[in-house]
């Protein structure tokens, strides 16, 4: 009889540890996720030079904070908190907008609302800005459809370079983004269209694609 239970309690304790991690991941997908649509940055040339714009822009004394390379993406729409039963509905979005991937001319360093109140400092883009507002215009009524609010800033192209978090040192900072207007970042290929998803770490947002559209030409 002693052996017997002994059997059974290792026998209960496997099947627990067994599957203590699967219903850990079934309770974690329960929460809702911090999401957006973007298209990711793949070109390690243009990454090269937003960097040192990036470390330019701290050199002007400015209080800065700037984006993690890794992290630098074009958005198309900003989600906030979506629950899990929401992410596949959104991919059935994304699968109905139609585009081939194409090339964006990263171009010109500006800022939100404008250089003389600078809250975001961003990479502007020229070629394939049209391309992407398309993208954007054909996903839109989708996501209302869902029950996500309009956008109130609209939709503007532009790549997030770095957030300002005082006055401090802004006529620098203003006059080094008006030098630098057009400044040539290089192109970059939008080729796939990915939901993503931002989980917060005292490091940092890390970011990870849930899902995302790759269509061939």
């Not at 509905?89 to 609302?113: C, H, S």
């Not at 983004?177 to 970042?185: H, L, P, Q, R, V």
Request: glycine content about 10%.
């Amino acid at each position: 009889m002693c052996q017997l239970l002994t059997d059974s309690f290792f026998t209960l304790k496997a099947f627990i540890t067994e599957n203590s991690a699967e219903t850990l991941g079934r309770v974690g997908m329960s929460e809702p996720i911090r999401g957006f649509v973007a298209f990711d940055i793949d070109s390690e040339s243009v990454l090269k030079r937003l960097t040192e714009v990036q470390a330019m822009l701290v050199g002007t004394g400015a209080d800065l904070k700037t984006v993690e390379p890794r992290n630098i993406h074009m958005t198309i729409r900003f989600l906030g908190n979506v629950t899990p039963g929401t992410v596949e509905k959104i991919f059935e979005g994304m699968k109905k907008v139609q585009f081939v991937p194409f090339d964006v001319q990263i171009l010109g360093v500006g800022a939100f609302p404008d250089v003389r109140y600078p809250r975001v400092v961003w990479a502007g883009m020229a070629e394939g800005a049209d391309k992407l507002r398309g993208i954007f215009g054909q996903l839109e009524p989708h996501l209302l459809s869902l029950g996500f609010a309009p956008d109130p800033k609209g939709f503007s192209p532009h790549l997030t370079l770095a957030r300002v978090r005082s006055g401090r040192n802004k006529a620098e900072l203003a006059k080094f983004i008006s030098e630098n207007a057009n400044y040539e970042f290089g192109i970059v290929r939008a080729a796939c269209l990915r939901l993503k998803k931002s989980d917060l770490t005292p490091k940092g947002p890390i970011y990870s694609t849930l899902e995302e559209v790759c269509p061939q030409g």
